[in-house]
């Protein structure tokens, strides 16, 4: 089952895709935008990212910050984050597989995938929001950021 509305993030430690180390309370402090998707280089993540990416402005005008996480491999994201320019941390969930994702309680066992979701933090890394599909190839629908972050 999912973190819900109000519980706290759990502690975790993952590389991103520039080879540094993130840990949970490296977030404290900032509200956050912990971002899981189950894809790189998929049609509907490819589509996520680069909305995220077009409204990264958005984001850090509501002082939040945005993190991806995925299960596959840090050269992975590195490469995807590469080409499509992006210049948030994408952190690896790859080893053990898909732990974080479980912590978090979005990891689908039977896929082996983080399911979307996106759970939104305050500076206490509590959670104040979650936007997210509930089917593996159907993208969160944007117009819930746009509600959340004013974007026009």
Same mark, same amino acid.
């Given at each position: 089952?999912?973190?819900? $509305?109000?519980?706290?993030?759990?502690? %975790?430690?993952?590389?991103?895709?520039?080879? =540094?180390?993130?840990? +949970?309370?490296? @977030?404290?402090?900032?509200? *956050?935008? %912990?971002?899981?998707?189950?894809?790189? @280089? +998929?049609?509907?993540?490819?589509?996520?990212?680069?909305?995220?990416?077009?409204? $990264?402005? +958005? %984001?850090?005008?509501?002082?939040?910050?945005?993190?991806?996480?995925?299960?596959?491999? /840090?050269? *992975?994201?590195?490469?995807?984050?590469?080409?499509?320019?992006?210049?948030?941390? $994408?952190?690896?969930?790859?080893?053990?597989?898909?732990?974080?994702?479980?912590?978090?309680?979005?990891?689908?066992?039977?896929?082996?995938? +983080?399911? /979307?979701?996106?759970?939104?933090?305050?500076?206490?890394?509590?959670?104040?929001? $979650?936007?997210?599909?509930?089917?593996?190839?159907? =993208?969160?629908?944007? =117009?819930?950021? /746009?509600?959340? @972050?004013?974007?026009?």
């Amino acid at each position: 089952m999912s973190l819900k $509305i109000g519980d706290k993030i759990p502690d %975790f430690l993952l590389v991103n895709h520039d080879k =540094e180390t993130l840990k +949970s309370e490296d @977030f404290l402090g900032s509200k *956050t935008m %912990f971002v899981f998707m189950p894809f790189p @280089f +998929s049609s509907v993540c490819d589509k996520e990212i680069c909305e995220l990416r077009d409204n $990264i402005d +958005s %984001f850090k005008s509501a002082e939040t910050d945005t993190v991806m996480i995925t299960v596959s491999a /840090r050269p *992975t994201n590195e490469a995807w984050a590469n080409h499509h320019g992006v210049d948030f941390p $994408i952190l690896a969930d790859f080893w053990p597989h898909g732990e974080v994702s479980k912590q978090f309680g979005c990891f689908d066992d039977v896929a082996g995938i +983080s399911l /979307r979701y996106t759970y939104i933090t305050d500076e206490n890394n509590v959670i104040t929001e $979650i936007i997210n599909s509930d089917q593996i190839g159907v =993208e969160r629908d944007f =117009e819930d950021y /746009r509600e959340k @972050f004013s974007i026009s």
